[in-house]
C-alpha cells in the first residue's frame, strides 16, 4: 500500500513539474515564516486578543508551520511540544491517549487539561469514562493554532481547567480566496486526505469549510482495516461594515473510526528480587522479551480475536466487534457573537451544541498464565460444583486447552493443544450516548480611571450536559502471537473425549465480570470576573479575577459491583444443563442489572488568580502569577468510581471531591532578531479529592462455619472494609523554551524546550490495598492471608518524568527549495505507580524524528517524515513487577504498553 501511494505521489510531482508556471521558486518560500513567536496574538487566557509578550500567565503556542513540521500522529503527540506537557507518546493509537501536566497524579486521560476549540468545549467533561476528551480533538488544515495556557487566569475563564486549558484556533475565511490540498501516505497502510477552501462570498460575509479523510491498517496492525473516517467542518464569519459586530456560525461533523493499542505482555529474566522504596526494579530494555508480540509494531488484537459475544444486562446478546474501534460519532454547532458598543462596552456571546455518541471496542491484557497452572486451577474448580454439572464432571481427569478452530466434535484427541504460555485478556465494550449544550456570555467594559486603564469583564457560564453509558468487561483466552487465535477449556477423560460443559465458549471464560450502567444529567453554572489593568503607560499588565462554579449531577446507576449484585446464568432453555452442548461460560455472568441506584449531587468551588507583566525593556518582560483554581468531580469519581459506602456497614466512605490546586509562578521572556527565550519556575501545591481503596475481607472478622477470614482457604461470606484516604502533591519545576536563528549560519534555526519538574505526594493515611497469602511455617503451603499496606506518600506520580527535553533544528538551503528539520526528544525514567510496595522503574528514552520539505513552486510542497527514526524502546505504562507475577520457571511476566516503532510517511500539498 505504501509503495503504491508513493510511486502515485511522485507521478503527481514529476507531471507537476512539466508545467512552466510552476518552477521552483527562493529558498525563502519553502517553509512558512513565522513571526517572533513572543509577538504572537493569543485569544486563550485573555478577554481580548493579546500579545504573547505582554501575557501575566504562561501561554504556550504552536503554529500551523510548526504542526507541519512535527507531523504528529494525533492530538496527545501534538500536546508533547508543549512544555510541562507529558504525554504518552501517543501510543494508544490516534485517540484515547493520556496526557499528564506538571506533575499532577491521574490514572490517565485528561483530567486536568480541558480541551478547547474556540474557547468552548466540545463536550463539558474532558475524562468521561469511554470518551476521552481527545475523540473530539482531530487537527487537520483548519487548525491554524494551538495554545495552552497553565495556571493564571485559565482556572477563571475555563471550566475544569486545574491543570491546564488547551485551545485549537480554527481557520475563518478573509476576504482574500484561498484553499489547499494535501495527500499523505504512510508505511502502515496509511492515507489521508486533507482539504479546505476558503474566502468571501461578499464584502461581510467569508466562510471556510474543510476536513480529512483517512484509511490506515495501523502502526500496530490488527490484521484489518483500524483507522477509517474522518470529519468535516465550516464556519460563517459576518463583519459590518464600521467591524463593530461579528457573527460567526460552526458546524463540525466527526464520524471516525481509530484502534485503541492496550499494553503488550513480556517476561524478563529473573536476575534479583522484585523492587522496594529504597532498591527499585529498573526495568532494562534489552532484558524484556516480547513473547511473541513486536514491541514496535505488534499487536494482540487479530482478526479472531477480535470478535466476541457477550451480554445484555436481560440475557440477550451483545455483540463486541473490536474492530469497530474507537468510534465517535458527533455533531457540533456553535454561534459566537460580538458587538462593540460606542461607549466601550463589548459583549461576546458563545453557544455550542454537541450531540453523538461514541463506541469503545478494545481487547486489554493482563499478566500471563501458564497453561499448566490455568488447566490445574479450571480442574479444581469443576471437582467442586455439585449437582446436574458437578455429576456431569465424573469422569473428567483433567482440563486441557485447545485451539478453538481445532476443535470439531467431543472427540479432542486430534485438536490442537494451546502453547505453554497463554494471554489472559479483557475484551472490553463500551457505548456512550452523549449531549452537551454550552454557553459563556461575557460583558466587558474597557475605561480609564486615573492614570489606569481597565477591561473589566463579567462572564456567566453554564452547560448542561448527558451522559449514558452501557459497558461490559469479560474475560477470554488466546495464544500470545501477531496472528492470535482463541483457545477453548474442556474437561476430557482419559481418552481426551470431552466431559460434561465446556468451561469456555469461543475464547470467553466469562462474558461479563463486570459492567457499568449509568444515565446522568449533569448542570454547572459558574459567574467570573476578571480585571486587566494596564499601568505606567502600558509598560505594567495586571490580571485579577475569580470564579464561582456549582454542578448539580442527576444520575441513575447499575454497577455490577454493586452491593446485591449477583452473577447470573443465562443458560438457553434449549440447552441441558450438563451435557456437552452446555458451557460454564454463561452460568456466571456480572453485567449490570443490580437495582439501580438513584442519586442527586451538589458540588460548588471559588478560585482566584493575580498576575502581573512587566515590561523591562523593549525586548524584555518579566511576569508573575498566582492562580487558586479547583476542578469539581468528574464521571469518574461520581459514577464510574465504585459505591461510595462501605460495603459491610452502609457507612458513606467518600469524602470531599472536589480538588483545589495553588499554582505560583513566574518568568522572563526576551525577543530579539535572532533569539527568543522564555524562562519560568514554578510551585504547585495541590490537593486530590478522597479516593476509596479497595473492597477487601475484613480480615479480623469470621466467615461462613465460623472460620476466621484470616484462612487460607478463605471462608464465604466475610465482611468487608473499605479504605478511604486523600492524596496531596507538591511540585517545582524550571520550563525553559526559546528558539536562535544565528546571524553566521542563515536558514539554521534551533529551537525546542528542557522541563525539569519534582512532584512529590504526600497521602493522609497508609491504606489496605490488597490480600495477600503467606507460608508462616515453612511447609510450602500458604496458610495465612494478610493485608499489603500501601502509601504513593514521598513517591513521584506514576508515569511522570522529572526531565523533557525537546530540541528541535532545522536548516533551509539558500539556493534549493529545502528544508531539512529533525528533533530528539528525551524522557527521563518513570515509575510504573506511586503505591506499590513492589516498586518498578521503567527506563528513560531518546526518540529521533525527522524529514524534509520540498517545494516543486510557490504552491506545491512535498514532505517526508520520519517518527522514532532510532527505533527507541521503552514502556509508556503498564504492570509493576511483584513476586504474584512470575512463571514457573521464575521470570517475571507483565504487560506493558510500549513505544511505537519506527514509521514513514510522505505527503504532497498543493495550495491555490
Known sequence: MFKKSIVAASITAAFALQAPSLYAQDASDTVETDKSDVETIIVTGVTRNTAKMEATFSINTISEAEMKVLAPHGAAELLGNIPGFFPEGGTAG????????????????????????????????????????????????????????????????????????????????TQEFEGAYKVEVGDWGHVRNDFFVAGPINDNLTYAIGGYYRVADGIRDPGYTGNSGGQLRGNLLYISDDGSTEIKLQAHVIDDKTNFYQNIPYSITNNRGVGTPDNPFEIDPSSVNNLGVDFGDGNTVSPQTSYYTLYNPDGSDLTLDISDGIAPKFNIFTLNVIKDFENEWRLNAAMRSTTGSNGFNALFNDPLLERSRLEAEQFTRIQSFDGAIGESYAD?????????????????????????????????????????????????????????????????????????????????????????????????????????????????????????????????????????????????????????????????????FDPGNTSNDFTPSDVVVGSTDDTLADNFVNVPDGTPNFASEEYDAFGWT???????????????????????????????????????????????LVEDIKQYEGGVRFSDRNYEVNLSAFFIDFAAKETLGATLDDLSATGANGVACDSVPAPANCPKIRDSFRTSLETKGLEFEGSYRPEWLEGLTLQGSIVWQDPKQGQDNPIRSSILESDTNGDGVNDLRQYDVTSGADRRPRRQSQWLINFRPSYTFDETPLTIYGQVLHYSERFAADGDTNVTIYPGYTQLNAGFLYAFADNMEFQFHVSNLNDADSFTEGSSVTEGLRFSNGDYTGVARPLLGRTIKASLRIDF
Open 94 to 173: 490516534e485517540t484515547h491517549n493520556n496526557v499528564l501536566v506538571r506533575g499532577l497524579p491521574q490514572a490517565g486521560g485528561y483530567r486536568y487539561v480541558p480541551n478547547l476549540i474556540d474557547g468552548l468545549p466540545a463536550y463539558e467533561e474532558p475524562e468521561a469514562p469511554f470518551m476521552n476528551n481527545d475523540v473530539f480533538i482531530k487537527p487537520d488544515l483548519m487548525t491554524t493554532q494551538v495554545e495552552a495556557v497553565k495556571g493564571g487566569p485559565g482556572g477563571v475563564l475555563y471550566s475544569n481547567a486545574l491543570g491546564a486549558a488547551v485551545n485549537y484556533i480554527t481557520r475563518t475565511g
Open 610 to 656: 493575580l498576575g502581573a507583566n512587566y515590561r523591562v525593556t523593549e525586548r524584555i518582560t518579566a511576569y508573575a502569577s498566582y492562580a487558586d483554581s479547583f476542578r469539581l468531580p468528574g464521571f469518574e469519581d461520581y459514577i464510574f468510581g465504585g459505591p461510595a459506602t462501605n460495603p459491610s456497614t452502609g457507612e458513606i466512605a467518600r469524602g470531599d
Open 396 to 560: 473428567a481427569v483433567g482440563v486441557k486447552a485447545f485451539f478453538t478452530e481445532s476443535v470439531t466434535g467431543t472427540d479432542l484427541s486430534d485438536a490442537e493443544r494451546a502453547p505453554d504460555i497463554v494471554a489472559n485478556n479483557t475484551p472490553v465494550y463500551g457505548k456512550v450516548d452523549a449531549s452537551s449544550f454550552v454557553s459563556d456570555i461575557r460583558l466587558s467594559r474597557y475605561f480609564d480611571f486615573s492614570d489606569q486603564s481597565h477591561e473589566l469583564t463579567f462572564g456567566v457560564y453554564t452547560s448542561h450536559y448527558t451522559y449514558n453509558v452501557q459497558s461490559v468487561f469479560a474475560t477470554s483466552l488466546s495464544d500470545v502471537s501477531e496472528n492470535a487465535r482463541l483457545i477453548d477449556l474442556y474437561a476430557v477423560d482419559e481418552n481426551d473425549n470431552q466431559v460434561g460443559p465446556s468451561i469456555t465458549d469461543g475464547g470467553v471464560l466469562q462474558p461479563a465480570i463486570f459492567g457499568l450502567g449509568a444515565d446522568a444529567t449533569m448542570r454547572t453554572n459558574a459567574i467570573y470576573m476578571l480585571d486587566h489593568i494596564s499601568l505606567l503607560d502600558g509598560d505594567l499588565q495586571i490580571d485579577v479575577g475569580g470564579r464561582y462554579q456549582e454542578l448539580e449531577v442527576d444520575r441513575v446507576t447499575t454497577n455490577s
